[in-house]
Every structure is written in C-alpha cells, then in structure tokens.
C-alpha cells in the first residue's frame, strides 16, 4: 500500500511504494490539513499567508504537481502536530491570496497507509 513519509516540521512528504501510481510514486507532495476541508470538494486554509515564502512553496507545489497530500492532525495547541496520512488527492484551481488558500480537490487517487 503506498504509504507518505516526511519529517517533523517539512509541509511536505515523499510518496513511497505507490508503483501503481507511477505520476506520485517518489514524488514530493505538499501536505494538507483536513481541518480545513469544506465539504464536497472545497479546502479553505484561512491560515495561509500570500507573503509568506513557505506558503508560496506550498502554493506553488500544488499549483505545479496538481497534486496533494490530506493529513490528519491534533489541533489543540499550536503548533498542529501531524497524526497521520490519509491519502493523495488530485486538485485544481489553486489560489493563495489575502483570504488563505483556496483549492478544489478533484479525485481521490490513493488511500495512503
């Protein structure tokens, strides 16, 4: 099963044993929270900051792979802390302005273990 690795405090991992997905296998994906997933496919991270160069690495990444990691995390204290990986989903239209960071997801493309 594919599986994503990272380390403490990078906003991205690497996508590992995924042969079956040869356009993620071995790729570098940006990481997303789930608590920002508005339902049906909408992410609002309100947190994200257009002048921050970190968030313009995310940005761009998303922006360039059409690709993004879902991750679960504790939010009860800042900073969040990564529970677990959930899984890669495609994305489309994605925007970082004065309001956060805005994209769509498009399909589910792996569970991840």
């Known amino acids: 099963m594919p599986r994503a690795v990272g380390q403490q405090g990078s906003w991205f991992a690497v996508i590992e044993n995924a042969n079956r997905y040869p356009d993620i296998d071995g ?10 997933w508005s339902s049906p496919r909408d992410y609002h991270d309100k947190g994200a900051a257009a002048d921050d160069d970190e968030w ?6 998303l922006a360039a792979s059409g690709y993004a990691i879902l991750t679960s995390s504790d939010t009860s204290s800042m900073p969040w802390r990564r529970i677990g990986y959930i899984a ?9 302005g004065v309001d956060g960071l805005r ?9 991840l273990d």
């Open 103 to 111: 994209l769509r997801f498009t399909k589910r493309i792996c569970d």
């Open 88 to 96: 890669v989903f495609a994305v489309e239209n994605v925007v970082l």
């Open 56 to 61: 313009k690495n995310v940005s761009d990444a």
């Open 27 to 36: 790729k570098r994906l940006p990481c997303l929270h789930q608590y920002w």
